[in-house]
Structure formats: C-alpha cells, structure tokens
C-alpha cells in the first residue's frame, strides 16, 4: 500500500521524526552515521516486525528510553490505515487501525517492503537462507495457501528437532515425521509454482542486468529429486538422531542461480552480483504488484556504493518501471534523484527535515 506518513519516537538517535511521505519516490540525504539507514529501518521493522541491522530491538531503543514507537498511516484507495509497533521494556506490540495483532506477518500483509541494501549481493554469494528469504517473501504475498503451510512445517521442524536432541523413542519422533512430510511437501510445491511463475520474469530482467548475459535459476527443494519427504526422513533417520536435527526438507532448500551456466558467484564480479541481485528484488516486487494489484514499498539504501554511473543510472530507471513507492537514501544528492523525487529529506544530529 504504501506510507502517506511515519513517525518515529524514541527510535536509535532520533528522539522524534515526522515524514510526509511521496507515494512516488522519496530521497533522505545526509552523511555517514547521521541516521538515513535508521529512518529505513523503521520502515522496515513496521512492515516484517524485525530488523536488518540487529536480531535484539532493544538496541534500536534510544539511549535513555525505555522504549520506542515507530506509527504510519497507510495509502489506500478506499481507506487510510493507521499500523503501530512499540517496543517497551522488552515487550513488542503491533497495532493496525487501533487493534492489537497476534502475528507480526499481519504487518507485512498490510504493509509489503522489498529492502535493497549493501547487503542485498549475498542473495547471490551467500548461503541459502537468502535465498530462502527472498523466495518466502515472494510466496508469502501471491501464494494465499503458504503461510499456513510454512507455520505447519515449521511446527513440526521445532517438535520433531525437540525429541531428536532430548534422545527419546524412534516411535515418538515418527509421529512428527508424518506431519513434517505433509506440510513439506506442500510447502515444496507452492514454493516450485511461484518460482515457475516469476522467472520470466525474474529472469529477463536479469538478463538485461547483465547485458544479454543468460541466466539461470533451479529450486533444490531440500531432498532428492524423484523420492517423497517422508521416505528420505526414514533414510536420514539414524544421522537425524546422531546428531539430533532434522536434516532434510523444505528448511534446506535452495536456489541455484548460474550466469552463463556457471555458479553466479564464480561468474560476476562484486558489482555485477549488486546489479544481479537488485535485478531479482525489482523484479519480485513488479511481479508482486502485477498479480495482487497492490503496491509495495522499495527501500533502498546507499544505491550508488560500488556501482559506476551507468550502471547506476540502468538501476534507477528500473526502479522508476516498478512504479512502486520508494524511500531511497543518499550521502549525496544526484541529478537523476533530483530530477523525480517526489520528496527530499535531510538528516542530521538526530533531526530530519523535509526539503522538497
């Protein structure tokens, strides 16, 4: 959908921010450590409950608080929405239009973003959980079925883990391998038909990425090709109990993306591996909003980093195409950023102030 506005309380050095938002594209200008990867943070943790930066959000807590309290108002055709998350004395609530929610991905349903960062080239050489990530989120907002499914497998996982470490009976753990079997391979199948769907694609924006540099993706489901979950469970029964985690399943699989039949990782330089994985994200976040007819939120941090001018200009002209709403930030500002921004902000020492 998309902020009309967020305001930030007592959130890493920002005391207190408010921004009027562009549905368009929104720049934050300011200099390294002045705070621009915070406000995009905020952003992030009111759309996925958690953060980029840190796995324990009482560092996002501004010195001397006891908590933060980060609020936006949603764009929407019909009706604007207002979502909530504050953290206090270690406790974490989500509100949205005034009401508590149980699940933090009611948030993301709500409140899509794609996150762009320095970090964003480990979807292509780093290990698999990237990949899994970015194929889940992509799931999560087409597939209506996956939620569930996942929540299922991921139930199952914990449980079945639980009784392989604590060494109890063969029988015990086998109840969990039925369960496990069935929410895998659904979660296998949902997963492959997204995938087969958003290649195309994926995969041509890519391509053009690269200049006409063939691509390639293969999902590796987690187990081997031509045998059901539930048989390779019984296989890998006796390792699984060894060394008391389940080894096998949809929480191992992977993507296997080959640039010009080679491991992309083995193929690209540094930079080209930004480029590629930037290709996949706008790419995702396009297809998203063609088949729910819905808008997401590009977050994209510190673009220019390691990237030359053309590819940098390629880059931004993509992520004109998406026609999502972007809030982008700068150490600098460009002329092409200038040129469409529908609004421009400026940090400094824990103040932010709009330009444009």
């Given at each position: 959908m998309g902020l009309q506005s967020l305001s930030i309380r007592r959130f890493r050095c920002f005391a207190s921010a408010d921004l009027d938002l562009s549905s368009r594209l929104n720049v934050i200008l300011g200099k390294n450590a002045s705070g621009k990867t915070s406000i995009l943070e905020a952003f992030y943790l009111l759309s996925r409950g958690r953060s980029f930066r840190t796995a324990h959000l009482d560092a996002a807590v501004q010195q001397g608080s006891a908590g933060f309290l980060l609020a936006a108002r949603t764009i929407s055709q019909r009706f604007p929405m207002e979502i909530s998350l504050a953290r206090q004395d270690g406790v974490l609530e989500a509100k949205i239009g005034g009401?508590?929610?149980?699940?933090?991905?009611?948030?993301a349903a709500?409140?899509?973003?794609?996150?762009?960062?320095g970090q964003a080239n480990q979807l292509i050489n780093g290990g698999p959980k990237y990949r899994r990530?970015?194929?889940?989120?992509?799931?999560?907002?087409?597939?209506?079925?996956?939620?569930?499914?996942?929540?299922?497998?991921c139930q199952a996982l914990r449980q079945r883990n639980i009784l392989l470490k604590a060494n109890r009976p063969k029988a015990e753990v086998a109840v969990w391998d039925v369960e496990l079997a069935k929410h895998g391979e659904e979660l296998s199948e949902i997963r492959q038909r997204y995938l087969q769907n958003l290649c195309p694609h994926a995969l041509k924006s890519a391509e053009q990425s690269l200049d006409g540099v063939p691509v390639s993706i293969e999902y590796r489901r987690g187990w081997p090709v031509g045998m059901r979950l539930a048989e390779a469970l019984q296989i890998w029964a006796k390792k699984d109990r060894m060394l008391g985690v389940t080894h096998t399943g949809p929480h191992r699989a992977d993507l296997a993306i080959r640039v010009n039949g080679r491991p992309a990782q083995e193929a690209i330089s540094r930079g080209q591996e930004?480029?590629?994985a930037a290709a996949f994200l706008l790419a995702q976040a396009d297809f998203y909003q063609r088949e729910s007819r819905l808008s997401c939120t590009l977050l994209v941090d510190d673009l220019a980093a390691e990237l030359d001018a053309d590819h940098l200009r390629r880059l931004l002209q993509r992520i004109s195409e998406v026609g999502a709403q972007v809030i982008m930030t700068a150490i600098e500002s460009l002329p092409a950023l200038n040129e469409t921004a529908g609004a421009v902000f400026h940090v400094k020492q824990g103040n932010c102030h709009r330009m444009v």
């Open positions: 009401k508590a929610v149980k699940g933090l991905s009611q948030l709500v409140f899509p973003v794609q996150l762009l960062d990530q970015f194929l889940d989120w992509g799931t999560f907002h087409v597939e209506q079925r996956f939620y569930q499914t996942w929540y299922g497998y930004k480029v590629l």
